[in-house]
């Protein structure tokens, strides 16, 4: 059976990019493959998060992937920082990792010029990291959102590179995988772009129903569209991205049709995308309170993900020591 893994950075609650781009995969595949969902706390630590926030994070995010319908019998899931392999694969994988490389990937770029002051050595290495976790499990395929095409690049050229260097066959390379086929890149709808933590723009799904009406209603839009079946500029089509994953496809088609005779009504479009939304993140929201309050529960499911996570790690590393030389 083909190997998935996949992981989120605990930086706060999941939003509707994490559920889209990331976790609505994650639940699809659990019944077709041989799943293994993690947090990625040791990736947080880039970003300097205090020491009181860092177990409660990864809690939180554990709570959330439970409640979005993951199935911890059927695909562990585990806090990345239990399973040390990963740190000694991450070490060999940075031995072969190329300054010049790692200084172009987008992502380091962005956050060089975003956080000036805190260009540190994780940040920069974190394509070897986040390889490392793909890579310990021999993973096929990697559900992940648009925005981390590099990073699975890099995570390929890592397994070429081991294998080239040591002449074996030993990893492979990993695809990405999207729901419905497509790389998701949810938008904010603040009129910046990407939905995203650091963008201070996300529509999450523990929000409760008025918060998240008042954050879809207050969308930036435009003027309207003029003349019939016009392109629609980035602030319009943000909105219809969002429908696009949320909503029913007539839906989507009748608002279509709406703006190409140029008679659509944002705030009509705006109320059925909040509704879509709200029938989406209730349930789930529900399921977040009860696995939030049930402790005992979420350390059994995260002791179980590190036990089942070690014991392909430990075979991973072994054979790579092998391989390297150690003994
Ligand atoms: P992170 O924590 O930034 O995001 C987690 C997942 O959510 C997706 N995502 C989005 N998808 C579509 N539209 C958006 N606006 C949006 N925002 C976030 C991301 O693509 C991602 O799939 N590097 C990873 C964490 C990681 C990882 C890994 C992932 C570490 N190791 C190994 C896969 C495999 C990250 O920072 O994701």
Known sequence: MEKVVSGIRPTGNLHLGNYFGAVKSFVKMQDEYDCKFFIADWH?????????????????????YLACGIDPEKAPIY????????????????MNAYLGELERVTSFKEKVRKQPDNVNAGLLTYPSLMAADILMHKADKVPVGKDQEQNMEMARLFARRFNRIYEVEYFKEPESFHFNDKAVKIPGLDGSGKMGKSEGNCIYLCDDEKTLTKKVMKAVTDAGPTE???????????????????????????????WNTCEI?????????????????????????DFQANDEYLNKVARMGAEAARETAAKTLAEVRQIIGFK
């Open 44 to 64: 947080s630590l880039t970003t300097h998060p205090k020491p009181e926030d860092i177990r409660k994070s990864a809690k939180t995010i554990l709570a959330e």
């Open 265 to 289: 009504r944002y705030g009509d479009l705006k109320k059925q995308l909040a509704a879509d939304l709200c029938n989406l993140t209730r349930p789930i929201r529900e399921r977040i309170l």
């Open 228 to 258: 019939p079946n016009s392109p629609k500029p980035d602030v319009i089509q943000n909105l219809f991205t969002l429908m696009e994953v949320a909503s029913t496809p007539d839906t989507l088609d009748y608002f279509n049709e709406k």
């Open 79 to 94: 806090i990345q920082s239990d399973v040390k392999e990963v740190l000694e694969l991450y070490l060999y994988f940075n």
